[in-house]
């Protein structure tokens, strides 16, 4: 009998996979495009900044001059006394800002919080008041923007001229301040610490067997 080679089977072709895998990298096809929300939060950026500015700015236009040429030179001790006392009320304001700011807290509960955030509100606002005052004595950078309402009765550069040393005043005035209020924030705090009720046990009382409380041992001599 003659011997017939033997063909080699042919494999089979894979099944069509039904479901495929996502490769990293790729963007799935299923997946809906994410909205881009970068535009509108620029536009709140800038919305927010601009109603920011736009009190200081009105506050300098329309009351810049009447402070400084009338009030300041009116006030108890002239225009330095006023900004010494400018100076003191920058540390206040700030402390009456932030620190119920500090006493917030979501997780707790949210109605203190926002009960909080509305005490704060106050310091914000003497805060742009302070504010739109000093501003008020800032000349343009450029001289060429030194016009006549510059120079003009309690302008910046009519301020500048006739109060030179008005800025290293407020200034002083203002560090003083702040280091009084650190000062006084430690002490206070050094005080609670130490007036604090203390966690320890008390002592035991001595046992009828030990009526000296050394437990039938001889005290040291």
């Not at 072709?13 to 939060?41: F, I, M, N, T, V």
């Not at 040429?69 to 900004?83: C, D, I, M, N, S």
């Not at 705090?189 to 050394?214: N, V």
Request: glycine letters at 10%.
């Amino acid at each position: 009998m003659s011997r017939r080679s033997a063909k080699p089977k042919r494999r089979k072709a894979a099944g069509a996979a039904l479901r495929y895998e996502h490769r990293p990298g790729r963007a799935a096809a299923e997946q809906p495009r994410k909205r881009d929300w970068s535009c509108l939060g620029g536009c709140a950026i800038l919305v927010g900044f601009a109603a920011l500015i736009t009190p200081l700015v009105l506050f300098e236009t329309y009351w810049g001059h009447d402070l400084w040429g009338g009030l300041a030179p009116a006030w108890p001790g002239g225009a330095y006394a006023f900004a010494a006392s400018v100076g003191v009320l920058v540390p206040l304001v700030f402390l009456a800002w932030a620190w119920p700011l500090t006493r917030m807290n979501w997780k707790k509960s949210k109605s203190r919080s926002l009960a909080w955030a509305a005490a704060s509100l106050p310091g914000l606002a003497a805060g742009y008041l302070v504010a739109g005052v000093i501003m008020t004595t800032a000349r343009p950078k450029r001289r060429r923007n030194w016009d006549y309402d510059c120079y003009r009765e309690g302008g910046p550069c009519w301020v500048h001229v006739h109060y030179p040393y008005l800025w290293v005043v407020g200034l002083v005035a203002t560090l003083a301040a702040a280091a009084l209020l650190i000062t006084l924030f430690f002490k206070c705090g050094g005080r609670s610490s130490a007036t604090a009720p203390s966690t320890s046990e008390p002592e035991a009382d001595p046992t009828p067997r030990s009526p000296t409380g050394t437990g039938g041992r001889r005290p040291p001599a």
